[in-house]
């Protein structure tokens, strides 16, 4: 009969339906077991199954404080067994940011909102929920008492607005700032892309130029400079955000502005030879030839920024002559330097801390010349790359070593309470593994839905186009740290 029939029919739907939403299922779970393993982060599932210690016996454990809010330091307090320590997170920003989709957020590819986590809200999803967080900036170190200053940074201020935090363990991860080789008017006049107000600022930049320039009147020169986009650093974050502006200015801004779309014009400066040097020859070639078919693209190499001015900056040309450019809006992304409080630090203890790119620390990143002061990420000197892949796997890995030598910082701690010597965290550590660093691969966007990659291992192997770009853009998103 016919009721049989779409009976049938229905309970045949169903087991298509059950079948692919196991196999999905099945997918998923794979995949993400497989990112599990793949990042040597088995542990973080197995961690939710143990028995914490009840809060009166973390009263008496080693005060660990952690100053940033960044891949290193988020990935030490995933690591981290945090119910074994009295745990401070000091940052003065009070959310993660996901830094590589940061030069998509200047022209609206990818929301802001989706690449920042709150701290607070990260922690409790990382059962670490017993940490305390505190929105401050830490403003001086004192290794010798094994005290930090800290400093009440943001816009609504109390009473009380600076105080000071007492330590057994101190992790610096507080990243890195830009770095302008003392070049005349960087701070005053470039735009930097290393925050969320960065971005905001670049894209309200990029828009105001459009706006001035469509006024009645207003002088070809003056449309030309004011439409003219100037990215100092050929790096992958500069030609990233390259990529993103051009795509930017040929998909929405040029519909808006159609009369101003023959005038825009983006110039990348670089001093080096080549765009993306860290990569491998085959990929900077494929890059340059991307940006030079873009005849709104012009790649300046061997050329130095000697003086930034308010709507122009000189360069040195490879032959030597001096050359003015003149500018709408300037992008300096030319690498890192150390921020005040890293300065600080390297200027005490007893070992030499001869490195101008950061701290040096030893094989468990120990800070050289300072006790009990741990460092990660881009604060310090080491032969690493300054990326999110190094830092993440740096915090990881030193999350790690305080869970496996635990008992050792509590004998340490707990003799220096009393005034008697301990040597069991220096034999804890001689036993432990040093931190190996394992590269999972570089990529950057260049552009018109195209990206580079790059594998290294035994031999390199590189990658590009179309499919590398839904290879980055996949790779990126699955690292994001919540599914909004």
Not at 5 to 13: A, E, F
Not at 166 to 171: G, I, R, T, W
Request: charged share 25%; aromatic share 10%.
């Amino acid at each position: 009969s016919k009721f049989v029939k779409d009976k049938m029919s229905l309970q045949r739907t169903l087991r298509r339906f059950t079948n692919r939403a196991a196999v999905l299922a099945a997918t998923g779970t794979g995949i993400y077991f497989f990112d599990l393993w793949i990042n040597d982060d088995m542990d973080s599932f197995t961690d939710k199954f143990r028995t914490r210690m009840s809060e009166a016996e973390r009263a008496k454990r080693p005060r660990v404080v952690i100053l940033g809010s960044g891949w290193a330091a988020l990935s030490m307090v995933r690591k981290l067994h945090t119910d074994k320590f009295r745990v401070t997170v000091v940052s003065p920003r009070n959310y993660f940011l996901f830094t590589p989709l940061l030069a998509g957020t200047t022209t609206g590819t990818v929301e802001l909102r989706s690449i920042v986590e709150p701290i607070r809200k990260y922690c409790h999803r990382s059962d670490a929920s017993d940490i305390d967080f505190l929105e401050a900036e830490c403003t001086s170190v004192d290794a010798a008492s094994q005290k930090i200053t800290c400093k009440d940074m943001s816009a609504v201020k109390g009473k009380v607005n600076e105080f000071d935090l007492e330590y057994d363990h101190l992790v610096v991860a507080v990243g890195a700032d830009n770095a302008t080789f003392n070049i005349p008017g960087v701070r005053e006049h470039a735009c930097f892309m290393k925050e969320i107000d960065d971005a905001r600022i670049l894209r309200d930049r990029i828009l105001d130029c459009f706006e001035t320039a469509s006024y009645p009147g207003q002088p070809l020169s003056e449309v030309q400079r004011l439409l003219h986009f100037v990215v100092v650093g050929g790096g992958p974050a500069g030609v990233e955000f390259t990529a993103e502006l051009s795509d930017f200015l040929h998909s929405d801004l040029v519909e808006a502005f159609p009369h101003l779309a023959k005038e825009v014009k983006v110039t990348v400066v670089e001093a080096l030879p080549h765009i993306l040097n860290v990569f491998d020859a085959k990929v900077i070639e494929f890059a340059e030839k991307r940006f030079s078919s873009n005849p709104n693209v012009e790649i300046l190499t061997k050329t130095a920024v000697t003086e930034v001015r308010a709507s122009d900056i000189s360069v040195k040309t490879p032959s030597g002559d001096k050359k003015d450019i003149p500018y709408g809006v300037l992008v300096w992304v030319t690498g890192n330097a150390p921020r005040r409080i890293t300065q600080s630090l390297m200027q005490q203890g007893g070992a030499p801390q001869d490195c101008r790119r950061g701290l040096v620390v030893d094989e468990f990143f120990r800070v050289k010349g300072l006790q009990n002061v741990w460092a990660l990420g881009d604060c310090t000197c080491t032969k690493v790359p300054a990326t999110a892949q190094v830092a993440s796997q740096e915090g990881r890995y030193l999350g790690s070593l305080f869970n496996s030598v635990q008992a050792s910082l509590d004998e340490d701690t707990n003799n220096k309470l009393r005034g008697l010597p301990s040597a069991t965290l220096e034999a804890a550590l001689k036993a432990s593994p040093i931190f190996q660093y394992k590269h999972f691969g570089s990529f950057a966007y260049i552009g018109d839905r195209r990206a580079v990659a790059e594998f290294k291992g035994e031999n390199t192997h590189t990658s590009t186009g179309v499919l590398t770009f839904f290879l980055w853009r996949s790779v990126y998103l699955s690292k994001l740290l919540s599914a909004k």
